[in-house]
């Protein structure tokens, strides 16, 4: 199975913030890559898919690169509703993988 | 609007089996690989399993291959997941997910979960 990575696991910032969260994959994934937004007790939103394309109605603040293992996932100024827990996800192979998550508060 | 709704969950005992459904509206479910991803309590998130478009070929994780069935009803624009032999390790929020360009594997629509909840 890949072991998807993502660092930090938990961060703190501040509104207007440009914040970057890594995800690392155990082995080459191309562009098989996608990042997630989830609320507390709501289901995950697609923000960007194969790496760095943004999925339709999502700001232009976010924004994915990356390709082979490494991959980023940049907010480029945090607004009040970007504070949440993002995941990463492989699909490059079966079985589909995600990262741990990554937390962000306001600080 | 584009909607899944899942159902079927609830407190089962060590051993027991439950139905999952996940109604589809609002686009053309018959053309759209599916899949099963669940959240155990305050823990990430974990893929389960897919379908194909038509129903002939599916996917699981290892921790629940040969105890649950993914499966699917076109003329009933229904996905379901058939769950046995529920350990309290499968205790979860169980979302269904649209595959967003299939099979891509990218998840771009979600329901809002139901819950499963395994203890005696």
């Known amino acids: 199975d890949i072991q998807m990575t993502q660092s930090p696991s938990s961060m703190s910032a501040s509104v207007g913030d440009r914040v970057t969260i890594t995800c690392r994959a155990s082995q080459g994934i191309s562009s098989w890559l996608a990042w997630y937004q989830q609320k507390p007790g709501k289901a995950p939103k697609l923000l960007i898919y194969a790496a760095s394309s943004l999925q339709s109605g999502v700001p232009s603040r976010f924004s994915g690169s990356g390709s082979g293992t490494d991959f980023t996932l940049t907010i480029s100024s945090l607004q009040p509703e970007d504070f949440a827990t993002y995941y990463c996800?492989?699909?490059?192979?079966?079985?589909?993988?995600f990262g741990q998550g990554t937390r962000l508060d306001i600080k | 609007e584009v909607q899944l709704v899942e159902s079927g969950g609830g407190l089962v005992q060590p051993g027991g089996s439950l139905r999952l459904s996940c109604a589809a509206s609002?686009?053309?479910?018959?053309?759209?690989?599916m899949h099963w991803v669940r959240q155990a309590p305050g823990k990430g998130l974990v893929w389960v399993s897919r379908i194909n478009s038509d129903g002939s070929s599916t996917s699981y994780a290892d921790s629940v291959r040969g105890r649950f069935i993914i499966s699917r009803d076109n003329a009933k624009n229904t996905l379901y997941l058939q769950v046995n032999s529920l350990r309290a390790e499968d205790t979860a929020v169980y979302y269904c997910a649209r595959d967003r360009d299939g099979p891509n594997y990218y998840m771009d629509v979600w329901g809002k979960g139901t819950t499963v909840t395994v203890s005696s």
């Open positions: 996800q492989q699909g490059n192979s079966f079985p589909i993988t």
């Open positions: 609002g686009f053309t479910f018959s053309s759209y690989w």
